[in-house]
Nanobody, 121 residues
Framework: QVQLVESGGGLVQTGGSLRLSCAAS????????MRWYRQAPGTQRELVAA???????NYAGSVKGRFTISRDNAKNTVYLQMNSLKPEDTAVYYC???????????????WGQGTQVTVSS
């Protein structure tokens, strides 16, 4: 059983910063890609940032230059540093990890429960 637990959401003013964390626990052999998504009310879930097992990153255009994704492989944890936050960044943020739990190279996608980020104007 694998769990992803997110933390670090909250309420911040425009221009402020937050750091999200997502820790994977349970039966984990290896973790491939780790990603952050977000979903605002009435919209589809969108990819915000992704990082490969080797540390290659990519970002949605709307957050490039403001958000930074990183990971600590020893801790099975992914982070999202969010700077210069805007009201349009308000959403529930979800982490996603592609995990091989048995060493058989069969990867399964897992999701966290989500953490609310609210940016006030």
């Amino acid at each position: 059983q694998v769990q992803l637990v997110e933390s670090g959401g909250g309420l911040v003013q425009t221009g402020g910063s937050l750091r999200l964390s997502c820790a994977a626990s349970g039966s984990i052999f290896s973790i491939n890609a780790m990603r952050w998504y977000r979903q605002a009310p009435g919209t589809q879930r969108e990819l915000v940032a992704a990082i490969s097992s080797g540390g290659v990153t990519n970002y949605a255009g709307s957050v490039k230059g403001r958000f930074t994704i990183s990971r600590d492989n020893a801790k099975n944890t992914v982070y999202l540093q969010m700077n210069s936050l805007k009201p349009e960044d308000t959403a529930v943020y979800y982490c996603n990890a592609v995990i091989d739990y048995s060493g058989s190279f069969h990867y399964t996608s897992y999701w966290g429960q989500g953490t609310q980020v609210t940016v006030s104007s």
